[in-house]
């Protein structure tokens, strides 16, 4: 072995091991530090060609009350629930993949003008649930870490934007119990300031051995933090797989959707929008399986002690998702303080049902009134799915956008346009 080899070898042991003693900072370090990162390539989606008209041709075939109209947003891949901006630039939506898109309506005549990737230099894993404070800061729940982007809707031209860490990777859930099934969470910033994520269980009914464990960490509830990540408490119990959360702006009671057991029949158990009162309240899960529906796993059990039963009973199997309180004021009075929610569509039902929006009055004493089909015809006769909506938000002019992550797209529902 001659001389110059061995003493590239030396060289290369060397770098090794000053390597290993000084390892690189991160990404998300760098973010932030304040330091770039020196990714520079951002993924942006075209918004015309014969992908938009098909999606126009389908909202053509939307069924809505008299003076409402539909129309195309942005095409958003894989779209799922969204976070508006407090001062109307972007808007972010998030995905059960690894990305978060910005979308930018820049002359507002309410359709995006741009969509592309935020912190392109971020590797991310299912980013599903934006939200934002009052004040700016733009929180995303992942499957199991939960990071903040202070000025995230004026800084989210660079690729390189502030972000820390909130619930570090691995501390939002036990990594045990990290699961391909029922792992899109959602956040909203309460009343109080602090922050509501949802954490679904990952089982269709989750076997006794794990109770304590889930609610000793939430698992099967939704949790609240401070919004720097300290003081950490299981706010709600009792849920299957909450994917859609919002507070009633008149008295700041919280409302969220659950999706129940599967494989129970086509028309058991009832799905739910949920009203919660106070704090550490218990919602039925797993000895009901929706509604007063008991399930097989735990019907001869006895149940919890003062269990809160659903505010509305909604249809087996539809997938209730996102869901948002109605603040604005281009819609008819009749919607002024309701809820509007998104049905994703049924995957184990003989006939399908869902892929539609609902909308939830509310009585003047803060329950529940009438619930009805607001917009339909993602579903057709064929029982073939043309979109499935996701999440429900509000632009600032008082119209509503619907995500679609079969179509890939978000959808503006205005009155008298």
């Known amino acids: 072995m001659n001389r110059m080899f061995l003493g590239s070898l030396a060289i290369l042991a060397g770098t090794t091991m000053l390597s290993s003693a000084q390892p690189q900072p991160s990404n998300l370090e760098k973010l932030g530090s304040f330091k770039t990162t020196g990714t520079t390539e951002f993924t ?8 938009a008209e098909a999606i126009k041709r389908t909202l053509e075939q939307i ?14 891949p894989d779209a799922r629930h969204m976070a508006v901006g407090p001062q109307g630039v972007v808007m972010f939506v998030g995905t059960r993949k690894t990305k978060v898109w910005s979308v930018t309506d ?9 969509v592309k990737d935020f912190a392109p230099s971020l590797a991310m894993t299912i980013p599903n649930g934006p939200c934002f404070s009052p004040d700016g800061v733009l929180y995303i729940a992942e499957q199991n870490r939960v990071i903040s982007y202070p000025a995230a809707e004026f800084f989210y031209e660079s690729p390189d934007v502030a972000a820390f860490e909130v619930v570090k990777q691995g501390e939002l859930i036990p990594p045990d119990e990290e699961s391909y099934n029922h792992t899109a969470r959602v956040c909203r910033i309460g009343p109080d300031g602090k922050l509501y994520i949802s954490l679904g269980q990952p089982f269709n009914v ?11 960490t939430g698992i099967g509830g939704i949790i609240r933090i401070n919004q720097d990540g300290t003081g950490r ?16 702006p008149a008295n700041g009671e ?49 149940v919890p002690a003062d269990v809160v039963m659903p505010a509305v009973e909604t249809v087996a199997h539809a997938a209730d998702l996102g869901m948002v309180f109605y603040t604005g004021e281009q819609f008819p009075d009749k919607y002024r303080g309701g809820i509007f929610s998104a049905q994703h569509g049924s995957w184990n039902r003989t006939t399908p049902i869902g892929a539609r929006v609902m909308f939830t009055a509310i009585n003047e004493d803060g329950s529940a009134g009438d619930t009805e089909v607001f917009a339909k015809g993602w579903l057709n006769e064929n029982g073939e799915y043309l979109g499935r909506p996701v999440d429900v938000a509000q632009l600032r002019d008082g119209s509503i956008i619907v995500s679609d992550d079969l179509t890939g797209a978000l959808y503006r529902i205005a009155y008298g346009e």
Request: hydrophobic share 25%.
């Open 254 to 302: 919280l409302w969220f959707t659950d999706n129940q057991v599967d494989g129970m029949g086509d028309d058991i158990p009832p799905g739910e929008i949920n009203r919660q009162t106070e704090a550490g309240q218990h919602f039925g899960f797993p000895w009901y399986g929706g509604g007063s529906v008991r399930t097989v796993e735990y019907k001869d059990e006895e």
């Open 44 to 51: 942006e989606i075209e918004q015309s060609g014969p992908k």
């Open 106 to 114: 820049r002359d507002k005549d309410r359709v995006a003008d741009e």
């Open 63 to 76: 069924s809505l009350p008299q003076g409402f109209t539909i129309s195309l947003y942005a095409i958003v």
């Open 206 to 216: 989750p076997p006794p051995e794990k109770l304590d464990l889930y609610e000793r």
């Open 233 to 248: 408490e299981v706010y709600t119990y009792g849920v299957r797989n909450s994917v859609g959360h919002d507070f009633n």
